[in-house]
DNA sequence: ATGGCAAGTGTGACTTGA
């Protein structure tokens, strides 16, 4: 069974990118993050043409998740559990039967979390954007106990706004006060990991200069100026079944690319 | 050190992203 995490930056603008690189890739689940588009909006026929079962966690404009699957989608909830007030459509879980193994898929699209607003001291303070970031971190939390309680594989996977350690970014200096790399928002990364989750890429790969996302400014593609944040946390269950991991990098190159490219899993489920 | 781009909304110039 293969699975893929794409954030893929707008369905509107990716229709093409997006059915050529399932035709040749061949995933049977793709988490998608940054649909940009409300539920009824979403061109599902591009996708149910191919065979693929559509299932949607849209809002106007930003954000916006979805599964796209060759295997039925069970059991389908929407919305990262522990506040209630949060209308940021950011998460979306089901459950796919497998020839072996049901497995739980919880598709994530991390608050970015910038700017952030500092102190005299240069502490960063948990309010505003990184506040909420924060706050998410520790709903993710709650429901990653929950998940691993349940002793089944699952994973939660998505992009997750976080360059987890200084050999996931090309220039680690220049994140020091970014969002997505002070030392609050890998501390918050790490203490779900060590739950006891398997982080699958770097579970198969240790060596540095492997990235998920290019900015589109600044030629970084050109420059291989590149972050890893598009992740897919494993419970041991999953963990066991994994048979690969790998980043398709070469679609960044492509004709209207998104800004990230998919990072995806093989089970033995 | 700075600025650089893309997408959505909606048709001009913003907001958001990372």
């Known amino acids: 069974m293969k699975i893929a995490t794409f954030n893929i930056n707008g369905i509107k603008a990716r229709i093409g990118a997006l059915t050529d690189w399932l035709d040749e890739a061949q995933p049977d689940v793709v988490l998608c993050q940054e649909i940009k588009s409300v539920d009824e909006a979403f061109p599902r026929e591009a996708f149910e043409d191919r065979g693929y079962n559509v299932e949607t966690h849209g ?3 930003f954000n916006g998740v979805a599964i796209l699957s060759k295997l039925p989608l069970e059991d389908v909830t929407r919305g990262l559990p522990g506040d209630d007030s949060d209308e940021q459509a950011r998460w979306i879980e089901a459950t796919v039967v497998g020839e072996t193994h049901a497995v739980r898929l ?3 699209y991390l608050p970015n979390g910038n700017p952030v607003e500092f102190d005299a001291d240069g502490t960063p303070l948990r309010d505003g954007k990184y506040g909420y970031k924060l706050d998410w971190m520790d ?3 709650a429901r990653a106990r929950a ?3 349940e002793e089944m594989p699952a994973m939660m996977a998505g992009d997750y706004n976080v360059i987890p350690q200084p050999e996931d970014a090309a220039k680690p200096q220049s994140w020091e006060k970014d969002a997505l790399y002070l030392p609050q928002t890998r501390a918050a990364f790490r203490r779900i990991l060590n739950l006891g989750f398997t982080e699958a890429f770097r579970a198969r790969e240790q060596a540095p200069g492997h990235y998920s996302f290019w900015d589109y400014q600044a030629s970084a593609w050109n420059r291989n100026n590149g972050i ?3 992740h897919l946390l494993l419970t041991p269950q999953a963990a066991d079944l994994m048979t690969e991991c790998r980043i398709d990098k070469e679609v960044r190159g ?3 690319p998104s800004d990230h490219v998919p ?3 093989t089970l033995a489920a």
């Open 59 to 61: 809002q106007k404009g």
């Open 106 to 108: 919880c598709g994530l």
């Open 139 to 141: 709903r993710l939390e």
């Open 147 to 149: 998940l691993l309680a």
């Open 228 to 230: 890893r944040i598009d």
């Open 254 to 256: 492509r004709d209207k």
């Open 263 to 265: 990072v995806w899993v």
